[in-house]
């Protein structure tokens, strides 16, 4: 079982930036691959960006494609999500997923394990 715990959400003015984190529990977090998602109200969940299990690969949607930098530090069971030149549009609850199958991810079936969800809201 993983278990995973975001933060670094908040309220941030367009052009601003902001680091989510996702920390996880476990000693097996480096044998996962690890993603992260968003839902914006009404709207369903979509890929954000993802990493594979020692990091060596990343891939993004296109909307958040040259903003945002996935990131992940085995040695510390943490992935994280640098968020740069913000926008309104990416205003959303953003959560972090893991899954033990390794082929590359983007949509939230291909994940078992979810966080609690942090609250970004962009403000124009």
């Known amino acids: 079982q993983v278990q995973l715990v975001e933060s670094g959400g908040g309220l941030v003015q367009a052009g601003g930036s902001l680091r989510l984190s996702c920390a996880t529990s476990g000693r097996t977090f480096s044998s996962h691959k690890m993603g992260w998602f968003r839902q914006a109200p009404g709207k369903e969940r979509e890929f954000v960006a993802a990493?594979?299990?020692?990091?060596?690969?990343?891939y993004y949607a296109d909307s958040v494609k040259g903003r945002f930098t996935i990131l992940r530090d085995n040695a510390k069971n943490t992935m994280y999500l640098q968020m740069n030149s913000l926008k309104p549009e990416d205003t959303a609850v953003y959560y972090c997923?893991?899954?033990?199958?390794?082929?590359?991810?983007?949509?939230?079936?291909?994940?078992?394990?979810w966080g609690q969800g942090t609250q970004v809201t962009v403000s124009s």
């Open positions: 990493i594979s299990w020692l990091g060596g690969s990343t």
């Open positions: 997923a893991a899954d033990r199958d390794l082929r590359p991810g983007v949509r939230p079936d291909d994940y078992a394990y």
